[in-house]
């Protein structure tokens, strides 16, 4: 399978400003488990040759304990609006069909709706609902994160902080959680 993908990342979880577990395998999430939810803005891309760009996904995951260690179980949810083609190759893409540290729900289809301003607001069906407000310095300028070791595995070269407070998320199938840490990345992905 051939893909690309240029895409806007959020990232919430459970734990307070700034999870932990980006930082490595030997830090602890706040509440000893990590439970967090990845929200995939598709600017461009194609997965073998089907245009994705105008897609949106999002990943929900829980972890016993830092997410390095594995053991999680997730789930993927993409928005009714992508084709079936769309969703396919959106699919085999995100859920790792070809292997990974999840054992994998079925696939949900509810509407993910993102709202851009001063605030960036996601609601995700009736799953998940986050307002994130990026953190500031004492210039006004969007405070930013480089070099940890989870950036890595997402190829983020930098990522921005924002207290996400009053998130939550609520799946039958996954732990009921709410939280404050969020990041924001920007990232081009290929495979």
Same mark, same amino acid.
């Given at each position: 399978?051939?893909?690309?993908?240029?895409?806007?990342?959020?990232?919430? !979880?459970? =734990?307070?400003?700034?999870?932990? =577990?980006?930082?490595?395998?030997?830090?602890?999430?706040?509440?000893?488990? =990590?439970?967090?939810?990845?929200?995939?803005?598709?600017?461009?891309?194609?997965?073998?040759?089907?245009?994705?760009?105008? !897609?949106?996904?999002?990943?929900?995951?829980?972890?016993?304990?830092?997410?390095?260690?594995?053991?999680?179980?997730?789930?993927?949810?993409?928005?009714?609006?992508?084709?079936?083609?769309?969703?396919?190759?959106?699919?085999?893409?995100?859920?790792?069909?070809?292997?990974?540290?999840?054992?994998?729900?079925?696939?949900?289809?509810?509407?993910?709706?993102?709202?851009?301003?001063?605030?960036?607001?996601?609601?995700?069906?009736?799953?998940?609902?986050?307002?994130?407000?990026?953190?500031?310095?004492?210039?006004?300028?969007?405070?930013?994160?480089?070099?940890?070791?989870?950036?890595?595995?997402?190829?983020?070269?930098?990522?921005?902080?924002?207290?996400?407070?009053?998130?939550?998320?609520?799946?039958?199938?996954?732990?009921?959680?709410?939280?404050?840490? =969020?990041?924001?990345?920007?990232?081009?992905?290929?495979?």
């Amino acid at each position: 399978m051939a893909w690309n993908m240029t895409v806007n990342m959020m990232e919430f !979880c459970s =734990c307070k400003a700034m999870c932990p =577990c980006w930082l490595g395998p030997d830090t602890q999430p706040d509440k000893g488990w =990590c439970s967090a939810a990845i929200v995939y803005e598709i600017k461009q891309g194609a997965i073998d040759g089907v245009d994705v760009g105008g !897609c949106k996904a999002a990943l929900a995951a829980e972890w016993p304990g830092n997410f390095f260690g594995g053991k999680g179980t997730a789930r993927l949810y993409i928005d009714p609006k992508a084709s079936e083609a769309q969703r396919r190759g959106l699919e085999a893409v995100f859920s790792g069909k070809k292997g990974g540290l999840f054992e994998w729900l079925p696939t949900k289809t509810p509407s993910i709706d993102i709202k851009r301003g001063d605030t960036l607001s996601i609601t995700i069906g009736e799953s998940g609902k986050a307002t994130l407000i990026p953190f500031k310095d004492q210039t006004g300028r969007t405070v930013t994160v480089q070099g940890t070791a989870a950036q890595g595995a997402f190829q983020s070269a930098s990522m921005e902080l924002a207290s996400a407070k009053g998130t939550r998320w609520s799946d039958p199938d996954l732990r009921k959680w709410e939280g404050d840490s =969020c990041t924001i990345h920007a990232v081009s992905w290929s495979g």
